[in-house]
């Protein structure tokens, strides 16, 4: 297999020492087989994996020896992991670039316990908010909650974005399983407004219920779309400006935009700005999963969260499941040159996952300067996809098998099915267990040879193997095994940054576009065309669709 070739690796500068270490450590071992690998150990599969609150982790299928474990851990310590979660978890402000404190572990922190950000304890404030969420759902959910006409309410609709949406709606496929199934919900995000002209055409306004979720309640998709849902319902309620209180709840950071949009305070649910937007699904932005799965389900997904933040802070980093992960990831990125991860949930009930991880891991990671802004030596973080399986199977695996590219994958399953139907899961769970062997140890062409194949046609059924994985299991997809599932990724991706040594919680790159948009649009609306002092692309662009708009 063509190994990619490495790009960016120098060393950054405090930890030129294991770095230079792997990368030497890299021209030695990378050669080497998997096959080979497991022939030398033959307990390589039962000593490369760690169990730990819950969770079963299989690493022995990826190209590393026991050197490079041993490199990459020492890396980890040079790098300072230790004390950047040290940091993190005491509520420092390690986000440097909005001077911010990174307490995401805050929310999921038990009743009674203190975590301080500027001198003051945060936890009891974030169960006074749970709280204030439960007695909202709990109401909501037995129709005492009832609508501008007395009807109770069937339908929720979140409407936010990025954070404020894909958390909320990857967790409310995650556990709809868990979900009071006689209501319907929704999630509304994209400002084409066919995304919500489809989310409302069968529903009734009387019935309907939208949650606003946007942490600044100024973004341009999501207050788009809370107009156009304040109109459609309003319009449904015959234009009583009074139905909007039983119609619409906000969650947020900001008061003066929810009260300037007409939202009573007294149903807006708050959080803080120490709770980034792809970090915020188990704060208030989780409105709509605590409505759908009920209170006590949501505080088992809390409860998970904790048990996982707990084990990240704790645990020795060789048995840290984040911290190998991310130490993983580096490994392939960074030595190997890998540009993508996949992440292929063998569970129906996760087909959001891997497009909540790509927020999570490519809005935290995708940088390119370092803390102190120098440009950094080696590349961030990769390109994360996938699609539950078994579905890639009969789609992109032909690539990852015998393509020419090396991409790392990340198996998650669990042992037992929500929906047991008759041999179903047991064969879901083949498909797992053979997808990794394949991946690692393929198929020579001893072995096609062997079967009677025509010479011609043996190097097309060749597998040359040597295909990394992570293989992670769980017993069963409840809400606490998804709180931890989502924290140990939140982790791993805290892991990267911190070795990384960026900013894994700012998003400036998605700003300039949205500044440019605001530019545009009045060039697109206005009834003259206006002077247009773009590049000749953009012109020609805005020309066209103005054109061909009014044909
Ligand atoms: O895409 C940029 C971003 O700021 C995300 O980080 C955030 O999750 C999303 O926009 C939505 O922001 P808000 O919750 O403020 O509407």
């Not at 190994?3 to 450590?25: D, E, F, V």
């Not at 807006?268 to 389900?297: C, H, K, Q």
């Not at 802070?313 to 993508?340: H, M």
């Amino acid at each position: 297999m063509a190994a990619q070739a490495q790009r960016l690796t120098k060393p950054p500068k405090t930890r030129q020492k294991a770095w230079s270490a792997l990368a030497s450590h890299y021209k030695k071992v990378s050669k080497l087989h998997l096959q080979q690998l497991f022939a030398d150990d033959p307990k390589r599969g039962e000593r490369l994996a760690v169990e730990a609150v819950g969770f079963y982790l299989d690493y022995s299928k990826n190209r590393v020896t026991d050197e490079t474990l041993r490199l990459l851990l020492q890396l980890a310590e040079e790098s300072g992991l230790r004390a950047r979660i040290d940091a993190m978890f005491r509520g420092e402000k390690i986000n440097i670039t909005e001077k911010r404190a990174v307490l995401h572990v805050a929310l999921r922190a038990p009743r009674g316990t203190s975590i301080v950000v500027d001198g003051k304890n945060v936890v009891p404030e974030v169960h006074a908010v749970l709280d204030r969420m439960a007695d909202f759902s709990n109401r909501v959910r037995s129709g005492e909650w009832t609508g501008h006409t007395g009807k109770r309410i069937r339908n929720v609709i979140n409407v936010g974005i990025g954070g404020s949406d894909l958390g909320p709606v990857m967790a409310y496929e995650a556990l709809k399983h868990y979900s009071d199934r006689a209501m319907t919900f929704r999630f509304v995000s994209n400002i084409d407004g066919t995304d919500f002209a489809e989310a409302v055409r069968d529903l009734d306004p009387s019935e309907t219920l939208f949650i606003i979720s946007s942490k600044t309640f100024t973004t341009l998709e999501t207050m788009t779309n809370a107009h156009t849902a304040r109109e459609w319902s309003l319009a449904g309620l015959g234009g009583d400006e009074k139905s909007v209180a039983k119609h619409f709840v906000a969650v947020s950071t900001n008061t003066a935009e929810v009260t300037k949009f007409g939202i009573d305070t007294a149903n807006m649910f708050e959080f803080w700005d120490w709770v980034g937007g792809r970090y915020s699904m188990d704060s208030a932005i989780g409105l709509s999963t605590m409505v759908a799965i009920g209170p006590e389900n949501f505080q088992a997904m809390l409860n998970g969260f904790h048990q996982m933040d707990e084990h990240f802070r704790t645990a020795p980093f060789r048995q840290n499941l984040p911290v190998l992960l991310g130490l993983l990831g580096i490994w392939y990125n960074d030595f190997f040159g890998a540009q993508t991860v996949a992440v292929l949930p063998y569970e129906q009930y996760l087909k959001r996952f891997p497009a909540y991880l790509q927020q999570l891991t490519m809005e935290s990671n995708g940088k390119h300067v370092t803390l102190d802004g120098k440009k950094v030596r080696h590349d961030t973080g990769p390109i994360y996809w996938g699609e539950p399986g078994t579905n890639g199977q009969h789609s992109f695996y032909q690539l990852i098998h015998q393509g020419t590219r090396l991409i790392p994958c990340d198996f998650i399953a669990f042992s037992k099915p929500l929906n047991p139907l008759g041999r179903h899961h047991d064969m879901l769970i083949a498909n797992v267990c053979a997808q990794t062997e394949a991946l690692a140890f393929g198929k020579t062409p001893a072995q096609v040879e062997a079967e009677g194949t025509p010479k011609w046609l043996v190097p097309h059924r060749v597998f040359e193997g040597n295909r990394p994985s992570n293989t992670i299991l769980a017993d069963e997809l409840t809400p606490e095994t998804l709180g931890k599932l989502v924290a140990m990724y939140e982790h791993a991706v805290f892991s990267q940054g911190a070795i990384w040594n960026i900013d894994s919680f700012d998003q400036w790159g998605v700003e300039l576009g949205k500044v440019l948009a605001q530019r545009i649009i009045p060039e697109l609306e206005s009834k003259t065309e206006p002077q247009l002092l773009h590049d000749s692309s953009t012109n020609s662009l805005i020309r066209y669709y103005r054109n061909s708009r009014q044909s």
